[in-house]
C-alpha cells in the first residue's frame, strides 16, 4: 500500500468510448504524475501537475485529457482512443516544495491496465 | 536530459550480493542519481537516491564516484522476492527524470 489509489484497476474500452481513471492520493503530496506503460517499453511520462497546475504535457494526444481538480485527486479523461493506447496507466505524487526540488520521491499506484478494442 | 545505460539483464542466486551499474556519462551539476524497483503489473517504487560519494539505507547501497559518470546499485544477500525491473534515473527533479529499459534481475533459489 504505497497511498496512492488508481481506479478502475482493469477497463475495458472500445474506440468510441469515452471514459476517465482516477488517482487518489492521501500523502499530503503536492504533485501528480501520470506515466504510460506500454507492453516492453520504458514508463513514459504524460502529464505532471505542481500544485494543481500542469507544468509538463509530453506530446500526448488531445485524446488524453487530464484533469487535477485539488491536489489529491487526478483523472486522466479518455476518448476515441486506438488499440495502440492500451497499455498500464500509472499514477504517480510527490512532495515538491519548488520546480528544482530534488527531494519527490514517487509514489506510485499499482496502475489501471486499459485495452482499447 | 541526462541519459542512462544500464544492462538489460542479470541473473543471480539466493544470498548473493547484486550489483548494478548504470552509466550517465553527461550528468548535470544539479542532478540527483535514483533508483526505482519495479515488480509485474505494478507501479516502481523508490529504493534509494543519492548525489555522490555513497548511500544506504535498510533495503540498498548506492556507490556514485567522484566523476558522478556511473553509479552501482548494490542489493545485499538478494532473494527470490528480490526479482524485479531495476530502473536508474538522473536528473534534477522529477519532471525531468525519464525511465529507461531498466535492468531486468533474476534471482534464482
Known amino acids: 500500500e504505497t497511498g496512492v489509489t488508481q481506479t478502475p484497476r482493469h477497463l475495458v474500452m472500445g474506440m468510441t468510448n469515452k471514459k476517465s481513471l482516477k488517482c487518489e492520493q492521501h500523502?499530503?503530496?503536492?504533485?501528480m504524475y501520470w506515466y504510460k506503460q506500454s507492453a516492453k517499453k520504458p514508463l513514459e511520462l504524460m502529464f505532471v501537475?505542481?500544485?494543481?497546475?500542469?507544468?509538463e504535457n509530453n506530446s500526448v494526444p488531445s485524446r488524453f485529457s487530464p484533469e487535477c481538480p485539488n491536489s489529491s485527486h487526478l483523472f486522466l479523461h479518455l476518448h476515441t482512443l486506438q488499440p495502440e493506447d492500451s497499455a498500464l496507466y500509472l499514477c504517480?505524487?510527490?512532495?515538491?516544495?519548488?520546480?528544482?526540488?530534488?527531494?519527490?520521491?514517487?509514489?506510485f499506484g499499482e496502475g489501471s491496465r486499459l485495452t482499447v478494442l | 536530459l541526462a541519459k542512462t545505460t544500464q544492462p538489460i539483464s542479470m541473473d543471480s542466486y539466493e544470498g548473493q550480493e547484486v550489483n548494478i551499474t548504470c552509466s550517465h556519462n553527461n550528468i548535470a551539476t544539479n542532478d540527483y542519481i535514483t533508483w526505482y524497483q519495479q515488480f509485474p503489473s505494478q507501479g516502481p517504487r523508490f529504493i534509494i537516491q543519492g548525489y555522490k560519494t555513497k548511500v544506504t539505507n535498510e533495503v540498498a547501497s548506492l556507490f556514485i564516484p567522484a566523476d558522478r559518470k556511473s553509479s552501482t546499485l548494490s542489493l545485499p544477500r538478494v532473494s527470490l522476492s528480490d526479482t524485479a525491473v531495476y530502473y536508474c534515473?538522473?536528473?534534477?527533479?522529477?519532471?525531468?527524470?525519464?525511465f529507461g529499459a531498466g535492468t531486468r534481475l533474476t534471482v534464482k533459489p
Open positions: 500523502l499530503g503530496h503536492n504533485a
Open positions: 504517480a505524487s510527490s512532495v515538491m516544495n519548488d520546480i528544482w526540488d530534488h527531494t519527490g520521491e514517487l509514489f
Open positions: 534515473l538522473v536528473g534534477p527533479n522529477n519532471n525531468d527524470m525519464r
Open positions: 501537475y505542481n500544485f494543481k497546475e500542469q507544468t
